[in-house]
């Protein structure tokens, strides 16, 4: 199991989401928390990003890093899919 962390960013991006996304992004912690390597929504990040990995919900985009030594995933942000790789 991982602790899903939030940066400040994140976090109050989630507090402040509707009730139909932040359910999407409950269940999307859930999963990180579980196995943040696998699954249909998650792909390796490169260029700017290298180094992250991103998780689809819907047109969201939550990117995050993964610390094992610490078994922490370090949700960096979460955004529209037109402006998370600006």
Request: aromatic share 12%.
């Amino acid at each position: 199991m991982f602790d899903v962390d939030l940066s400040p960013s994140a976090s109050e991006f989630y507090a402040a989401a509707d009730r139909p996304l932040a359910l999407k992004l409950a269940r999307c912690f859930r999963h990180l928390e579980e196995n943040p390597r696998r699954g249909n929504n998650i792909k390796r990040l490169q260029g700017e990003w290298k180094g992250y990995l991103r998780y689809r919900v819907g047109d969201w985009r939550v990117i995050y890093r993964i610390e094992d030594v610490a078994s922490r995933v370090n949700v960096v942000v979460i955004a529209h899919r037109r402006e998370v790789y600006e």
